[in-house]
């Protein structure tokens, strides 16, 4: 894995052709929430400062393959120029005439950010033109872009291929995920507890079968629970399933032991809009109620293994948190890692609805790192390593 940072290089009068994740919601043109471009500043200020000239790109949305004004980056260019204090120079295109020239007018210490990369199909099809079209606007590649780094995109892998020879490094962001999920894996302070829910045990089969190798305890929550409660022949009623999984998810357990640890009780309703909730225990799910939230036992018993822990990950909430009545078994989740952390523990959360959980909660200044990407968080836990950044120096 990439080690050099753009700490290790030389930017002064370079051109530092760098991939960042702007793609932040909007509503027009307001962007709502600006974590992840705060989250990109000080590799920014520091090639900058340095006197670099920094050309920044990203993605934004799912545009069909064409330019697409609602996914336009402007507003990402101008809210950047407030937060530094300086202008940003936006281009109408990210490769051709319109991004070239503005490059190429370029001093030292200026800003260009360049416009939605998947307003051309071939970004997401790591298209080898495409690739070399952003690689000539760089003496220096950097990759700040966690998010994204699981993905083999023209601007994440293509690029950084075609820049080699050229200082290709990481920025600061990527460097603190890959700590904290790094050290998380490869050597944890224990015990080590993980965490998983959310709604599919095939999204996080790999995941399951890495941690349980790595941790100590892998407590589950979510809708995929269910899954689990169907391979040990429970009754899960309306319950979100998956059938083809049950297979698997017997094998799971029988690999796990006593390793992986189910709810013992679950919130169950009518419907997910429903207000009339009912505790029910174990797998026995009436045949007319779903489960939407783990219950207070299992609460009770999740909150003292993670006390005990001395390393957390957290990926996935444990129940449909945004609805007040199904957000308990959630909201207990994050206030136990962060009382782990005052007492100590390193603590990870990985991304995605986790992390928009303990951010609505107001804890996330209360834990270790709240990563930036939840599927590239889920992959570096089950791999340990991205190929983009890989071919990095």
Known sequence: MAAKTVADVDVKGKRVLMRVDFNVPLEGSRITDDRRIAQALPTIKSVIDRGGRLVLMSHLGRPKGGPEPKYSLKPAADHLGRLLGKPVVFTSDCIGLPAEQAVAAMKDGDVVLLENLRFHKEEEKNDPNFAAQLA???DIYVNDAFGTAHREHASTFGAAQAMAGKPRVIGYLIQKELKFLGDAVSRPARPFVAILGGAKVSDKIQVIESLLGKCDTLLIGGAMAYTFFLAQ???????????DQVELAKGLLAKAGGKLKLPVDTVVADSIDSANTSVVTGGNIPADKSGFDIGPATIAQYEAQVTKARTIVWN?????????QFAAGTKAIAQACAAATAAGAITVIGGGDSAAAIEQMGLSSKVS???TGGGASL?????GHFSTLDILD
């Open 136 to 138: 000539k606007l760089g």
């Open 233 to 243: 022949g429970k009754s899960v009623g309306k319950s979100l399933v998956e059938p």
């Open 379 to 383: 992959e570096f836990l089950e791999s």
């Open 316 to 324: 996935g909430p444990m129940g449909v948190f945004e609805k007040p």
């Open 369 to 371: 790192h709240v990563s």
